[in-house]
Each structure stands twice: as C-alpha cells, then as structure tokens.
C-alpha cells in the first residue's frame, strides 16, 4: 500500500494531490451548467444538487483511475463531471417524499424541500441528460471511445445498475432479507457507478488494455462493496451531526442493513478486507497507482 | 405535397408503409428491455410505460427522415427506439402527482398508479439511461458518429430542451403568459425532441451534408409546434373517450393555451399553415419525401 506521504517529488503529498483535485471539482461542478436566456428555476435546482459539497468520491476515483494509465486531464474533467451529475441526479430522486423522503442531504434541505418536488424530479432528469452531452463532447484519439465510455456510464446508471439498485432498495423495506440479497442490492445501487467511475477513468487514456478495465471492474466493485458496507458502520455508531443526515434512517423503517445482518463487529472486518484486497489488486499498476492507494486508505479511514 | 396513394411501386402505399413501420415499433419497443436474473418491478414498469400504445410520431419520423438520405433501416430501428424511450420516460414523468397528477395515459392507469410512484419514478430514470446506452451501441462507418447523435438527444431531452419545457410549463400554470412564451414553452418541451427525431434519422445515414440537418431541425421545429397547437384546439374540442385522457385538463388548472390566447379558429389556421410549410421545405428532398410527406399529412388529419 502507498504511504501518502510517501514520494519522489519533492513537497507532493498525495493527500494534497486529492485536496487539490477536490478543489478543482468544486469549481468546475459549479461551472458546467449551460447558460439559458430565461435562466429558470430548473437550472438553479441542478446547480443546487451538484454543489452542496460532498466527498466527491466518483469523480475522485475518475482522476485516480486516470493516473493509472497516465490518461490527460482535461479529459478526465469531463468525465469526472459526467459521473458526479449522475451520482447528484441519483441523490435529488432518491430523497424525494415517494423514495427515501429526507429532510436534509449533507447538512442542507434536500433539493425537493429548498425548491418543489416537480423542480427536483426534472432536475434530477436533466442533470442525468446533462452527464451524458457532456460525455459525448470528449475529444479522443479513438473515435469511438467516447459512445463506448457513454454505454458504460449508461449501463452502471440503468435498470440492472444503480436505477435497478434503489428499486431493489425500495421492495426490501420492511421484508426479510439475507446478505447475499442486500450485497445484490448495493452492487447495484452503489457499486456499479463506483466501478463506472474507475473503468471511465482508464477509459480516458489514449489506450488500456481489456485486462486492466476488467481489473478496475474488479476494484471498483470491492470497493464498492466496502463502502457501503462502513457506510451502514458509520450509520450505527454516528449522530446526525456529523454524517449530516438522519441517525440510522434505514434502521427507523427496519430496512436491514449490514450491520444488522452481521453486526457491528464482522461488518467492520468485512469492510477492511475488502479495501485491503483493493489495494492488492493496484500491485500491477506500479508507481502510478499512488494516487488510487491514498484514496483508497482515506476511504477506509474516514468517519463520515 | 406526396399523395399516400401515388407510388411508382404496384401495391405500395405509403399509408400502409407507415402502419408496417408502426408494428414494427410496437414489435421493437416489447423486445427492447435488458433481461434481469432477478427481474424485477422497475423493467416490468419501463415496459408498462414504453408498450401502452400510442401514435409512435417520434419513431416515425426517424424512419421517414432516415428515408429521405437513404439511411439503412437497421441502424433506424435503435435510433427509433431511443428516441421513443426518452419520450417514454418523460409521459411516465410529467404523469406524476407532484407534476401533471394525471390518472389516465392512452386510456389506461398512468405508471405510477399502475405501479407505485417510487417505481414510476426509477422506472422513467432508467429508460433515460437506457436511451442512451441502445443509441451508444450503434455502428455506423463514421465511429464518432454514435456520440455526436447522443450529444444531440441529450441536449434536446435536457435543460434547455424537453426537461427545461417542462419546468416552464410548471411555472406557467396560473400565471399570465402571452404566446411568444407559450410558443418558447412548447419549443423547448415538445419541438425540440421532434425535431432531435428527425436529425437524428438524418444522421443515421452514412453521410449528410450539414445544410440538409439543419432543414430536418427547422422541419422538426415547424411540426412540432403544429403538433402542440392542434392538441390544444383537439383538447379544447374532443372528449375524453377519444383522447384517452381528462378533458381540458390544461383548461381546468387555468393553464394558457393556443386556443385560449388566440381562439379555436386562429389556432386551427396557424397549425395548418405550419404544417403546409413543413411539407414545402420537404421540395429539395425529391422523390425521397414521400414517406415524410405522408406522415405530415396523417398528422394534419389526425382528430386525436
């Protein structure tokens, strides 16, 4: 595993090579929108769900994944974006009063409450147009590259992807479930875009060989996995302060989750290994893995 | 203007190729649906929304476009059927109660009545994605030409187009509105697809001179306004059985209408001479336009 503050260059933490791509992710999620003549309602609540801050964990891996194959980064911008309009789109519906119905999406009213819930449903609709015009625009050595990345996004985003996922989600409420159908569930709902985001990220490079997208799938589903997995974790153990949203939500509608199905204890092991056994997985990738390595260990250090 | 009659071809009539091209629609669109091992409510739902019925305009006029550059039929067919989802998708929308609330679509329950509104939700944000990935999955000898296509359906289901219509028709009910903001309205949420429909048959032939899509977009523009105005003056003169919907349902809410802010008579005059300008464009397409001609013609015709 890369130690952050481990190397060559001299003053380069990697851990600032993130802070810094943050950064460059806010500003540019707080640009890409197309201006409108009758600037309306619509494009604010699009503005609204993408800029309320976040770990901008997608895109982060999009930049990461890049690294890996030395992909440019004016390219990887694009991408970046495509992938967080998708992840906002997917957070706008899934807090609205007929899904999830939250009050609040970190720390802020959801986007249904801050504008209406006809505004929200359409901006959600258009930012998932908006991640797919703007993946189309990328220039790339191969032509067809950009329809292909396109199918991708497209497929993690869809009925057998993170669309499939929350309806899965929503029949599981209340009813019996076992870990082989909420693991089901969140390859779906969550693993999929994560796995999207990585797989693009390569994809952004002038060349990658199938090997390696297959070995990104494969890193990008265990983390996934993890993920959600702390995410559950963290959802036990934290109060709303923090996590800036309801304390154990999903407990409250007896929605299992996994630390209800394997408790605190072995969902926490669980979730450890499988951020260890993506961290292996980078060993093909050499030095130019740093970047992913150091995400990956803030991933599993976070507490929020 | 094409007589549906006249064709040097015994036995052809371009009515019957335009009922042959509608089951074929219907054939494609109950096909159209990735299998799931775990299938599941939301395709049940996508195809719900995508099979009841229905004119079929939008992938007709890919057809008929794809027919006046020679475009192969193959390649229409998955243009066809996006073009046809992103519609979908939108009818499944706008339905909802935090929208239109409407109990009644082609005659039957609306989707999320059928289902419930969580499922009608997803099930409307994943024929968008899937839109995209069918139409991404396309071959055609220029391989940048998939993207492009995409770039341009998306741009017309999105902020400034389809989803950005929508949101102004939200804020126009109540309010005063006069008709240069009723034509922007329907322009953006009804025009702008159509004329993507017909762009996008264009661009499915190997090659099309930019002067000719731009005539496909001011054609598209021309009989998608039509097509508003005589819904407004249908809507205003019908009654439910036929339409398969509430009657004056706009007229209940106080939305503006055509036919209220210019009267039933002006309304029905400026449709017609839309769509007599549509059919004059067609001259420089020749012999080609036949399928188009009619399919405007049938249009024109339409009580319904």
Redesign the interface.
């Known amino acids: 595993m890369a130690n952050p503050t481990d190397s060559s260059t001299a003053g380069y933490t990697v851990e600032g090579h993130l802070n810094r791509l943050q950064a460059r992710i806010e500003t540019q999620l707080s640009q890409c929108?197309?201006e409108?003549p009758?600037r309306?309602?619509?494009?604010a609540a699009?503005d609204y769900g993408l800029t309320g801050g976040g770990k901008r964990l997608r895109p982060l891996l999009v930049y990461a994944a890049g690294a890996l194959l030395d992909a440019p980064q004016s390219r990887l911008d694009t991408v970046a974006l495509s992938v967080e309009m998708i992840h906002a789109?997917?957070l706008i519906?899934d807090d609205?009063p007929?899904?999830d119905d939250d009050d609040l999406r970190r720390g802020r009213p959801t986007c249904h409450l801050a504008f209406?819930?006809?505004?929200a449903?359409?901006a959600?609709?258009?930012l998932?147009?908006?991640a797919?015009?703007q993946l189309?625009?990328i220039t790339h050595p191969?032509?067809?590259r950009?329809?292909?990345m396109?199918?991708l996004l497209?497929?993690a985003?869809?009925?057998?992807?993170m669309?499939?996922g929350?309806?899965?989600d929503?029949?599981l409420t209340g009813g019996p479930a076992d870990e082989a159908a909420l693991t089901?569930l969140h390859e779906q709902k969550t693993g999929a875009l994560i796995a999207a985001a990585l797989q693009l990220g390569g994809l952004a490079a002038d060349e990658i060989p199938d090997s390696r997208l297959d070995q990104l799938g494969h890193i990008g589903r265990d983390i996934g996995l993890a993920f959600q997995i702390q995410d559950d974790v963290l959802d036990a153990t934290t109060n709303t302060e923090v996590l800036g949203k309801r304390q154990g939500a999903d407990a409250a509608r007896a929605h299992p989750t996994f630390t209800s199905l394997l408790g605190t204890e072995e969902a926490t092991r669980r979730y450890r290994q499988l951020y260890a056994e993506a961290l292996s997985a980078l060993a093909p990738f050499g030095q130019r893995s740093e970047l992913l390595a150091g995400l990956i260990d803030a991933m599993m250090q976070r507490s929020h």
């Open positions: 929108l197309p409108s009758s309306h309602q619509l494009l699009m789109y997917s519906h609205l007929a899904m209406d819930e006809a505004t449903i359409l959600g609709d258009a998932q147009s908006e797919f015009r189309a625009g191969d032509p067809a950009p329809a292909r396109i199918a497209a497929e985003a869809g009925p057998l992807g669309a499939g929350q309806a899965l929503l029949a089901r």
